[in-house]
């Protein structure tokens, strides 16, 4: 029942409870990461920026037919992950073995590719809120090199949070009118315990159960989109 820009400026504002709960759930595995932290949060930052500015400059309307589009894109890049990353290991193998792939922690770099995928993930953060995590999880999956399935949402947690954050100061200084403090307070109190939760599970599920858990909520989300469109 709300608009569109209210429903998404109020869920990136209370989801930055769940940003803060889950990266305290996860502050080991960030701590192993730190080599990659400064870098992809400065993408995550400036990305965060531009998509909260273009969803507060844009039409409503043009709200509704894109979200869509971007979660299936967003599924999409989860469903071929496997696939994606194969293609990325049988090329790194003809070339020669990868400096850090067996470490048990994330070694980085953090290369032009990698950098430019995680800021426009921000861009797509910033604007969508939904399915950033997707996003993220997909490119780790594909270009970070060394750690662990835990690690990589261990990171993707903390750039969420960033966009999240980075957003909701936006929206605070231009877009206050539109928020609706009732949805962000509701949000927040069920995000952070979610998070806490959350982080507990991601060191436990399976890669491929957690790949299942991503796409059906995905799917529920896209089918609940498209219906209200319809309408």
Same mark, same amino acid.
């Given at each position: 029942g709300f608009p569109p820009v209210t429903a998404q400026v109020s869920n990136a504002m209370g989801l930055v409870a769940s940003g803060f709960s889950g990266t305290y759930g996860y502050r080991r595995e960030l701590a192993q990461s730190r080599a990659l932290l400064p870098k992809l949060t400065v993408a995550s930052l400036l990305g965060g920026v531009i998509g909260a500015a273009l969803l507060t400059t844009l039409p409503p309307a043009v709200f509704g037919y894109v979200a869509p589009v971007l979660l299936v894109v967003a599924l999409t890049v989860v469903v071929l992950q496997p696939r994606i990353q194969g293609w990325v290991r049988r090329r790194a193998e003809d070339q020669g073995p990868t400096p850090g792939a067996d470490s048990p922690v994330p070694v980085g770099p953090v290369t032009p590719t990698l950098w430019t995928l995680v800021f426009l993930t921000g861009i797509y953060g910033g604007y969508f809120v939904a399915a950033q995590g997707?996003?993220?999880?997909? +490119? !780790?999956? *594909? $270009? $970070? *090199?060394?750690?662990?399935? *835990?690690?990589?949402?261990? &990171?993707?947690?903390? $750039?969420?949070? *960033?966009?999240?954050?980075?957003?909701?100061? !936006?929206? $605070?200084? !231009? #877009? !206050? =009118?539109? +928020? =609706?403090?009732? #949805? &962000?307070l509701l949000i927040a109190l069920s995000s952070l315990v979610g998070g806490l939760v959350g982080a507990r599970i991601g060191r436990r599920i399976s890669p491929t159960a957690l790949r299942v858990t991503i796409v059906i909520v995905g799917l529920a989300g896209l089918v609940v989109m498209v219906m209200r469109q319809v309408s």
């Open positions: 997707v996003m993220l999880m997909a +490119i !780790f999956g *594909v $270009l $970070l *090199v060394g750690g662990t399935l *835990v690690h990589a949402n261990a &990171v993707k947690t903390w $750039l969420s949070l *960033v966009v999240n954050l980075t957003a909701a100061a !936006f929206y $605070l200084v !231009f #877009a !206050f =009118d539109r +928020i =609706d403090w009732r #949805a &962000v």
